[in-house]
């Protein structure tokens, strides 16, 4: 009997380790960043970077240095474009575009993507609400005005979304 329950108890360990790693490989992992400091002294609806802007895009490409990603997306805004531009460049990747608003099928055709990295290019109004979209759960209920710190590691798998933040 004891050597039974053993036996048991070593299958089961066994397959928990292989369900465990199965998933690991089925995660898709988006990375969402709020468009870096934009001028506000500029009234029209596409506004640059300030010079702090542009040193938060150089600090995003040299946080995610160590991943590798497979696209590059952003709204076509020159603020969110050059948010993302640093890390393109640096992984000689084409910034790819999005409608503003229009997240959705973009969204649709990433999640199904498994084992793939993926840097998104937001807006303070749109992000959290993708997080949602792909029923994760948002990490805080708004963003502030002046946050741009953020990068929101948002995780898909089969069964389950998660988000992780991590500040730069």
Known sequence: MKFRTRLMLGLV??????????????????????????????????????????????????????????????????????????????QNLEINHYPYYQWHELLDSLKITYQKNYLIGGHGDN???????????RPQPSLGTHEYDNIFKLSISIDSSWVDVIKY
């Not at 992000?127 to 759960?137: G, I, T």
């Open 127 to 137: 992000l959290l609400e993708m997080m949602d979209y792909l029923k994760a759960r």
């Open 13 to 90: 360990f066994v397959l928990c380790l292989n369900s465990c790693g199965d998933k690991e490989k089925e995660v898709t992992t988006l990375y969402l960043v709020r468009h870096a400091e934009k001028d506000l002294n500029d009234t029209t609806n596409n506004p640059p970077l300030t010079a702090i802007g542009y040193e938060r895009a150089e600090r995003l490409a040299l946080e995610l240095k160590d991943i590798t990603f497979d696209g590059v997306y952003s709204t076509n805004l020159q603020r969110t474009e050059n948010t993302v531009l640093p890390l393109a460049k640096k």
